[in-house]
């Protein structure tokens, strides 16, 4: 398995998912490389992909319970960069009842979310200025009026005595102009 030598490259929620995914039992270590507190080194014990023991810089070496092992954990996660490494499975304190998945990944974010929300949003945003005829750099003003205009000629009440294909036509066009008109006022563009 191969893991990014660096936390920047990928997020922790995908590390610990694809160790879960994997059935893999060994230690996780993250050596903070930034900050004040850079040379910090975290341990994360996985025991057939769960997590059973956290071990965050300082923290003693106690017996885990399982509020300070999801805190342990919480502050993992706002890391924004560290070494990685994997170590190969060892006795040590671990829980009982290991961490579920559900309790160390569900709602983290991964790699895949990062950028993705700002360019389906950007490409939305294009398509839209597209179906309105109108440059990425129109302002709202230039939205508004091409969107009226637009509205005036497509509206299906303009044009009672057409045929029902040509209706369908006029309906799908105002709809799509209606959603492009929509998507633009939901990002913001229509404002200011």
């Not at 979310?113 to 129109?138: F, H, K, M, Y």
Request: glycine share 10%.
């Amino acid at each position: 398995m191969n893991l990014p030598g660096k936390l920047r490259l990928s997020t922790l929620g995908d590390l610990l998912g694809t160790l879960h995914r994997a059935g893999i039992s060994g230690t996780l270590a993250l050596r903070e490389i930034r900050g004040a507190t850079a040379g910090r080194c975290h341990h994360v014990h996985l025991r057939r992909g769960l997590i059973v023991s956290v071990e965050a810089a300082g923290s003693s070496p106690e017996p885990p319970d399982r509020a300070q092992v999801k805190q342990h954990l919480e502050e993992l996660f706002r890391l924004e960069d560290a070494e990685l490494s994997f170590h190969v499975a060892r006795g040590g304190c671990e829980l009982e009842v290991p961490l579920t998945p559900r309790e160390f990944l569900h709602g983290r974010p991964r790699s895949r979310d990062r950028g993705q929300r700002g360019a389906r949003e950007g490409s939305l945003r294009r398509g839209a200025l597209t179906v309105l005829g109108l440059p990425p750099t129109a302002t709202p003003r230039e939205i508004q009026r091409a969107f009226r205009a637009q509205a005036w000629v497509l509206h299906p009440d303009r044009h009672p005595g057409v045929s029902a294909e040509r209706r369908a036509e006029l309906n799908r066009a105002f709809s799509r102009l209606t959603q492009a008109y929509r998507i633009l006022a939901e990002e913001g563009s229509l404002s200011g």
